[in-house]
């Protein structure tokens, strides 16, 4: 393990957890990889990299993030009443939530985006008399049109785009299919706006696509939820903007550094949440690549490396690969290291040491089959292939139990009847409520941390 820090940025840490050991013509190699961000913004409001501490509406002085919101206001949302004046209530209660001197607008979605507040492309700046002003722009929203998702992307991208801050996030809110627009307009748009804002998406009630909004989520590099009740928005918008205002850095780039000979088979997050970032890449020097992991306060994440070494006689050592922490550097300068860790190779004749399987890499590598498995059998459900749904899902209900992961196990016991969780044995229940299949998608991808 090693962790660089200087004043302006959070302290990161990278800890390589790993077998190195492998047998005679053993050629894989597998590491978890855990980056800890500590004294960010949730230790009470220190200020954002890069941020002065003078007060954002001094002049020569920008907001140190921008927010925007966006509101479905779809003909739907009057359906009943109440889902858009929770909407409303929502949305007014992260606006209550911003911290003094973000920079933040309103955006409204129809098959249209709208700016519902500041207006004229411009975002205002939080404090007591904006944040009236945006609550009582809200008040006058109303529902009526198609949904275009793309077209609220693209224009929470320019407004955001207008404020020379390190952090720029998006919250997005839907309740309904993104119907009067091209799946390839959507795709687009998720295109243009990956590595320049981060965004979280919400599903309110149960007529959403849950694949479209966790699409959104996984390009942007934010989180997906359903909120299957309306009176629940209020709560989780206050949730989501909390965890938005103790972002302190953006743009962080996990780096992956492999000799020569050494090929990369995946990188993927594995922890909170599974995220595959293998096809992410971007090339940054001789046999180095970055992925993107957007925007940290004080949390910690676990990545899962594999990589192919080429083969090698018994006592002989190599490194596989090198991970480091990567800031860019404004204007294109020479990023800075935050932190690095090493992934060895080590050929022994040993075969208890060869043999022996990380449990890191063991508990995460289940996760992962946790997450495919339960989106093979809920896409199996829907097909009507009831056979190959109750195999999957009780796999999933098998994995779930021996890892610990209650949560999703709680929410497959909505799915299915399970007849012993040890074996995975399960039947599927006559009928599920769409909230609660939902919720299992949505949620399928969330895993527990190993026990240390």
């Known amino acids: 393990m090693a962790n660089f820090s200087k004043s302006n940025v959070p302290q990161f840490s990278v800890d390589v957890y790993q077998n190195a050991y492998l047998p005679e013509g053993g050629r894989e190699v597998n590491a978890i990889v855990t980056v800890t961000s500590t004294g960010g913004g949730t230790t009470g409001g220190v200020p954002l990299a890069g941020a002065s501490s003078s007060p954002a509406t001094l002049p020569g002085y920008g907001p140190n993030a921008a927010v925007v919101l966006m509101v479905d206001c779809s003909g739907s949302m009057d359906y009943p009443p109440t889902k858009m004046r929770n909407a409303r209530d929502a949305t007014a209660a992260a606006v209550d939530t911003l911290r ?70 998006g919250i997005l809110l839907t309740d309904g299919r993104n119907e009067h627009e091209a799946p390839e307009d959507l795709r687009a748009a998720l295109e243009s706006c990956a590595g320049r804002f981060t965004c979280d998406a919400r599903g309110v009630g149960t007529d959403w696509e849950v694949k479209e909004v966790t699409a959104i989520a996984s390009a942007l590099l934010g989180t997906a939820d359903i909120v299957a009740d309306p009176s629940g928005l209020a709560a989780d918008f206050t949730r989501m903007m909390e965890n938005a205002m103790g972002k302190e850095v953006a743009d962080v780039a996990l780096r992956l550094w492999t000799p020569v000979g050494v090929e990369i088979l995946f990188v993927k997050q594995v922890a909170p949440t599974v995220e595959e970032l293998t096809g992410r890449r971007t090339e940054s020097g001789p046999r180095a690549g970055d992925y993107p992991t957007g925007s940290w306060g004080d949390e910690s994440r676990d990545y899962h490396v594999c990589v192919r070494v080429p083969e090698a006689g018994i006592g002989q050592e190599m490194l596989a690969a090198r991970v480091s922490l990567i800031l860019p550097a404004p204007g ?19 075969m208890a040491a060869s043999t022996s399987i990380n449990p890191q890499v063991a508990h995460y590598t289940g996760q992962a089959e946790l997450a495919q498995v339960i989106q093979q059998g809920l896409d199996a459900r829907k097909s009507g292939d009831f056979d190959g749904a109750t195999a999957k899902l009780g796999r999933a209900v098998q994995l779930a139990a021996s890892s610990g992961n209650a949560d999703t196990a709680k929410l497959l016991s909505k799915v299915v009847d399970v007849v012993d969780a040890a074996t995975g044995t399960v039947r ?25």
């Open 428 to 452: 599927l229940k006559a009928k599920v409520a769409d909230a609660d299949e939902m919720t299992l998608e949505t949620r399928s991808t969330k895993t527990v941390r190993v026990k240390k």
């Open 332 to 350: 294109g300068g020479t990023p800075e290291v935050l932190s690095q860790g090493l992934v060895r190779a080590v050929w022994t004749d040993d």
């Open 100 to 169: 003094d001197g973000v920079a933040f607008a309103i955006v409204a979605g129809t098959h249209v985006a709208k700016e519902v507040y500041p207006g004229d492309g411009r975002l205002a700046v939080a404090d007591a008399h904006t944040r009236a002003a945006a609550k009582e722009a809200l008040r006058r929203l109303g529902a009526g049109g198609g949904t275009a998702i793309g077209t609220w992307l693209r224009l929470a991208d320019r407004l955001l785009a207008s404020a020379d801050v390190p952090i720029r996030h």
